[in-house]
């Protein structure tokens, strides 16, 4: 498969996943048939803080807004690449929230090493958190990144989408699963593709 290709299919995948994500996120917003009177419609944004009847108390979501983890996993190239061992720092801050869900901006650093080769990147990110389930502090995160990277005979240009789930635990740490995210670099030494699989923790604040 050419690099072109390799763009185009994995362009494809990640519209596919963000859509099904948003699909995901729009039917559990919609309220639940039942008798009474509708309970009233929280504020934008404060979904986290709704009431978590039915959920153990140390899964119930958090009320930070911030958030800094660590994650490791394998970096596996698929095109230009050779795979790699990642070990990849995260910082990010909701913006509008004030709490774990929405948007929210921050900084990704990853160091990767293996196949002889050391690389080092830098990428600013978007993620948009959810929660499948009011009341329960589990958030998938759909997330964008463009950024640097330096290593591996020069620099390169680098951008790359994914997704993750983080499940709250005692509403100040967390434990994170990035099952699927690409990325891409663009440099002197060419076009590189490589698919991350990451598992980590990180805390609420």
């Given at each position: 498969?050419?690099?072109s290709?390799?763009?185009?299919?994995?362009?494809?995948?990640?519209?596919?996943?963000?859509?099904?994500m948003?699909l995901?996120?729009?039917a559990?917003?919609k309220?639940r048939?039942?008798?009474?009177?509708?309970?009233?419609k929280p504020?934008?944004?404060?979904?986290?803080?709704a009431?978590?009847?039915?959920?153990?108390?140390?899964l119930?979501p958090?009320?930070h807004?911030?958030?800094?983890?660590?994650?490791?996993g394998a970096a596996v190239?698929?095109?230009?690449?050779?795979?790699?061992?990642?070990?990849?720092?995260?910082?990010?801050?909701h913006l509008?929230?004030g709490?774990?869900?929405?948007?929210?901006?921050?900084?990704?650093?990853?160091?990767?090493?293996g196949d002889?080769?050391f690389?080092?990147q830098?990428t600013?990110?978007?993620?948009?958190?959810?929660?499948?389930?009011?009341?329960?502090?589990?958030y998938?995160a759909?997330?964008?990144?463009?950024?640097?990277?330096?290593g591996?005979?020069g620099?390169?240009?680098?951008?790359?989408?994914?997704?993750q789930?983080r499940?709250?635990i005692?509403?100040?740490?967390y434990?994170?699963?990035?099952p699927?995210?690409?990325?891409?670099f663009?440099?002197?030494v060419g076009?590189?593709?490589?698919?991350?699989?990451?598992l980590?923790?990180?805390?609420?604040?």
């Open positions: 498969m050419s690099t290709q390799s763009l185009r299919a994995f362009s494809v995948a990640a519209l596919v996943t963000l859509a099904a948003a995901a996120a729009s559990a917003a309220p048939p039942g008798g009474g009177d509708a309970p009233s504020a934008a944004g404060k979904r986290s803080r009431p978590s009847k039915g959920v153990p108390k140390p119930r958090t009320p807004a911030m958030f800094t983890g660590l994650q490791l190239g698929i095109e230009g690449s050779g795979s790699q061992f990642k070990l990849q720092p995260e910082f990010g801050w509008l929230s709490n774990g869900t929405g948007l929210a901006i921050g900084l990704t650093t990853a160091i990767n090493v002889d080769v690389l080092w830098l600013p990110r978007v993620w948009w958190d959810f929660q499948p389930k009011s009341g329960l502090g589990l998938i759909p997330h964008v990144g463009l950024g640097v990277a330096a591996g005979g620099a390169s240009f680098t951008w790359g989408f994914g997704a789930a499940l709250a005692n509403q100040v740490v434990a994170v699963m990035q699927v995210a690409f990325d891409f663009h440099g002197a076009t590189a593709v490589r698919y991350d699989f990451l980590g923790f990180g805390g609420f604040f």
